[in-house]
């Protein structure tokens, strides 16, 4: 099971947070931050370091036959998509899978809330990263109105039913939300914008989220206050510095999950076939990509 890190007045969660989403402690952070830049060189060396203690997790899961959880949730730009990429790019996808749903269809509209989840959850062996989960019915549906106020109640009443049917039968949830400020997040929108190749990141629901930012706010607030349960609390990521960001949460989820190095011996490469007999046939009769660099 998920070791406990946390006690209960040591859990990184804020109900009755600032519009711009910071803590005493985040702010700690934040001077932290500009007392000492994290440069790109130690960056790198911490999270290639954290990668490898990721795929020593992996074994211990795909061993143990563990099923693992993991859901990122937080404002649009707030690094959900960073830190996910940075924990999938060095593992396996057959024991690593990255579920990001979209839009329900209309037969999904008519099913139990959580249904089209429930066939994403992991098989023994498996770790799932949810980039946004079932907790888009308190957030982008509460405010933009893609629910009924019965359908949002209900939400809030079978949530913590749900996380806790899930944890009896065996899998590990971990929850993050990652916390951003209005101003980093203004920044960061407006790099969206000036970069081509970043361009689609933003979408007019980001648009429309950005100008109902205090909505959103009291959103989040009452979601904490119905889903930061003993069972599976939520961990709060300062997001402001994407860096810090990545490297503060990939440590964390370690911590998480007792684990031991499973990682297998090195493999001696045995000798190639002799390629007597073979003739290849003429390369004129295979169609290549033109090398243009």
């Given at each position: 099971m998920a070791k406990k890190a946390h006690s209960k007045d040591a859990k990184l969660t804020v109900?009755?947070?600032?519009?711009?989403?910071?803590t005493p402690a985040t702010h700690a952070a934040e001077g932290?931050?500009?007392?000492?830049?994290l440069t790109t060189k130690v960056y790198e060396a911490e999270l290639a370091k954290l990668q490898i203690e990721l795929?020593?997790?992996?074994?211990?899961?795909?061993?143990?036959?563990?099923?693992?959880?993991v859901i990122f949730e937080g404002r649009d730009a707030a690094g959900k998509g960073g830190v996910i990429k940075r924990i999938a790019e060095s593992l396996n996808p057959r024991v690593c899978r990255i579920v990001a749903l979209g839009t329900p269809t209309e037969r999904e509209k008519t099913q139990w809330y959580f249904q089209r989840?429930?066939?994403?959850?992991?098989?023994?062996?498996?770790?799932v990263l949810?980039?946004?989960?079932?907790?888009?019915?308190?957030?982008?549906?509460?405010?933009?109105?893609?629910?009924?106020?019965?359908?949002?109640?209900e939400f809030m009443r079978s949530c913590p039913e749900f996380e806790r049917m899930l944890i009896r039968s065996g899998i590990?949830?971990?929850?993050?939300?990652?916390?951003?400020?209005?101003?980093?997040?203004?920044?960061?929108?407006?790099?969206r914008i000036d970069d081509p190749v970043k361009r689609w990141k933003l979408s007019p629901m980001d648009l429309e989220s950005?100008?109902?930012?205090?909505?959103?706010?009291?959103?989040?607030?009452?979601?904490?206050a119905h889903t930061d349960i003993k069972q599976a609390p939520w961990y709060v990521v300062n997001a402001d510095s994407k860096k810090r960001a990545r490297l503060n949460c990939i440590k964390h989820l370690l911590s998480m999950i007792p684990y031991q190095d499973l990682t297998p011996q090195p493999i001696e490469l045995?000798?190639?076939?002799?390629?007597?007999?073979?003739?290849?046939?003429?390369?004129?009769?295979?169609?290549?990509?033109?090398?243009?660099?």
């Open positions: 109900l009755d947070a600032a519009p711009a989403e910071t932290n931050s500009a007392a000492h830049k795929v020593k997790l992996q074994e211990w899961i795909k061993a143990k036959g563990l099923k693992v959880v989840y429930v066939p994403n959850l992991p098989a023994a062996g498996e770790m949810f980039d946004r989960s079932w907790y888009n019915r308190a957030g982008v549906e509460r405010v933009m109105g893609f629910c009924t106020e019965d359908e949002y109640q590990i949830l971990i929850k993050y939300w990652f916390s951003v400020s209005d101003e980093e997040q203004e920044r960061r929108f407006h790099s950005r100008k109902r930012w205090i909505e959103y706010s009291k959103a989040k607030d009452v979601m904490f045995p000798p190639r076939q002799d390629a007597a007999g073979y003739v290849r046939p003429p390369m004129t009769d295979q169609t290549f990509v033109p090398e243009e660099y």
